[in-house]
């Protein structure tokens, strides 16, 4: 799985953030996922925002790339931690 589907799957994978980009003028924004209900599929993110900048409701989103890549980053951090310490 690429993209967690709604935003309690994001939350699980620990995504605290979305990207919503309008498919009108190209304008693009993270939004925080605080408060949006588990249930919510992400691409479903865009219906509820309105392009700041052209007033468009034409928006598209999906779970942030910036905070994908920062989470692997950590968790492979934290494997390489973990392995030097692990006993079993
Ligand atoms: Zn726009």
Redesign the pocket.
Known sequence: MLQPATVGSARTFGHRRAEVW?N??H?HAEVSMDGLPDDLPIPDISLRYR?S??G?KNLMSRGSIDEHYELIEQRSGKAIGNGSKHRS
Request: glycine share 0%; proline share 0%; charged share 25%.
């Open positions: 309008c009108d003028c304008h392009c900048k052209c468009s």
